[in-house]
Every structure is written in structure tokens, then in C-alpha cells.
């Protein structure tokens, strides 16, 4: 697998933090040629996707076609994935994003540009727990701790905290008799 360079591993990592994995607007001073010259890259190896821009969510525009409408670049899972973000956790963060009605937009410029990248990592403890949410059965917070070994308030505190705020995950909680309140990822 191609390792990406710093300016993509930089437009990866600001898509991963954004609404619907926008991959725009680009990193500063990397316009004209050489920002075409790096997207078509991107997009050659399948780490970003053209897709029609949506006026209404206010999305930025990456080309015209021609016919009135516009194109916007979003980072694909493998994207994500080449960045070190698991798969997993990629396929539901995107999935959450896609299925979003409206993103708000940034106030500035400034504040999407130096927002921190969400990056979750292959074998870490929250993508762990993603992995645990995603199940047909759930999760609860007592398996949680079993499998990592985390106090119940801290269990509790990344689903809300991490989860559901930092990266926007629809986490539903279900009272199932037996076992208690029982968190899953749609």
C-alpha cells in the first residue's frame, strides 16, 4: 500500500474531522496545478472520491461541470484507512456523516483549518469499543469494561464524550431486560 505523502496525509486527516469527510477546502497555498495535481492523485489510488456538490448543506465546490452544477472531494474509506484509521471505525464514521441532514458550517476558514484530525487507530481501545457497538447485539457498559479493562464511568464517558460528541456517532441506548441498558451503532 502507498504510503501518502504530507500534504495528503494533512487532507486526510482535516477530512476525517469534518462533516461528510469533506475533504475541502484545501490546505493553504496548495491551489492550481499543483493542488490538481495532487487530488487526481488521491483520487487515482481511491483515497478521495468526486461527488456532486450540495448546494443546500452549503458544501464547497472542487470544479463546475458545466451543467450548473458543481463537484466536492470527500476522503473514501480507504482514505481514511491509509491514514491509520481502522476500516471499522471508517465505514461508521462515514456512514453517520453520509446520513447527516444538514452540516453546519465553519465559522472561518481559520476554524476548519485547524481543527485536530479524528483519527482512530487499528487496535486501540475505542475502536475496540466501535467494533463492540456495531454488533447485531450491542454492547453494554459492564462488556466494555470487561474487554478493556476501563472503570464504568470512563466506559460510559467515551461513549457520550468520545463517541457520540467528538466524532458524531448516532449511539442509541435500549434497556434490555437481563442485561441492562444496552448501547448499539445503527
Given at each position: 500500500?502507498?504510503?501518502p505523502?504530507d500534504?495528503?496525509?494533512?487532507?486526510?486527516?482535516?477530512?476525517?474531522?469534518?462533516?461528510?469527510?469533506?475533504?475541502?477546502?484545501?490546505?493553504?497555498?496548495?491551489?492550481?496545478?499543483?493542488a490538481?495535481?495532487?487530488?487526481?492523485?488521491?483520487?487515482a489510488?481511491g483515497?478521495?472520491?468526486?461527488?456532486?456538490?450540495?448546494?443546500?448543506?452549503?458544501e464547497?465546490?472542487?470544479?463546475?461541470?458545466?451543467?450548473?452544477?458543481?463537484?466536492?472531494?470527500?476522503?473514501?474509506?480507504?482514505?481514511?484507512?491509509?491514514?491509520?484509521i481502522e476500516p471499522?471505525?471508517?465505514?461508521?464514521?462515514?456512514?453517520?456523516?453520509?446520513?447527516?441532514?444538514?452540516?453546519?458550517p465553519?465559522?472561518?476558514?481559520?476554524?476548519?483549518?485547524?481543527?485536530?484530525?479524528?483519527?482512530?487507530?487499528a487496535?486501540?481501545?475505542?475502536?475496540?469499543?466501535?467494533?463492540?457497538?456495531?454488533?447485531?447485539?450491542?454492547?453494554?457498559?459492564?462488556?466494555?469494561v470487561?474487554?478493556?479493562?476501563?472503570?464504568?464511568?470512563t466506559?460510559?464517558?467515551?461513549?457520550?464524550?468520545?463517541?457520540?460528541?467528538?466524532?458524531?456517532?448516532?449511539?442509541?441506548?435500549?434497556?434490555?431486560?437481563?442485561?441492562?441498558?444496552?448501547?448499539?451503532?445503527?
Amino acid at each position: 500500500m502507498t504510503t501518502p505523502s504530507d500534504t495528503q496525509s494533512l487532507i486526510l486527516s482535516r477530512a476525517a474531522t469534518r462533516p461528510g469527510n469533506l475533504a475541502l477546502p484545501l490546505p493553504e497555498g496548495l491551489v492550481g496545478a499543483a493542488a490538481k495535481m495532487v487530488v487526481g492523485k488521491m483520487i487515482a489510488r481511491g483515497w478521495l472520491e468526486e461527488v456532486e456538490a450540495s448546494s443546500s448543506r452549503g458544501e464547497p465546490m472542487w470544479r463546475e461541470t458545466g451543467d450548473g452544477h458543481g463537484t466536492t472531494l470527500i476522503a473514501t474509506e480507504a482514505g481514511l484507512e491509509a491514514i491509520g484509521i481502522e476500516p471499522v471505525a471508517a465505514s461508521a464514521v462515514a456512514r453517520v456523516r453520509k446520513a447527516r441532514p444538514k452540516a453546519k458550517p465553519a465559522e472561518t476558514p481559520e476554524d476548519t483549518d485547524t481543527a485536530k484530525p479524528v483519527a482512530i487507530r487499528a487496535g486501540t481501545k475505542q475502536a475496540q469499543i466501535i467494533a463492540m457497538l456495531q454488533r447485531p447485539e450491542g454492547a453494554t457498559v459492564a462488556e466494555i469494561v470487561a474487554a478493556t479493562s476501563w472503570q464504568a464511568h470512563t466506559a460510559r464517558g467515551a461513549i457520550s464524550g468520545a463517541l457520540k460528541k467528538k466524532l458524531g456517532l448516532p449511539i442509541a441506548a435500549e434497556k434490555v431486560e437481563g442485561r441492562g441498558t444496552v448501547y448499539k451503532l445503527p
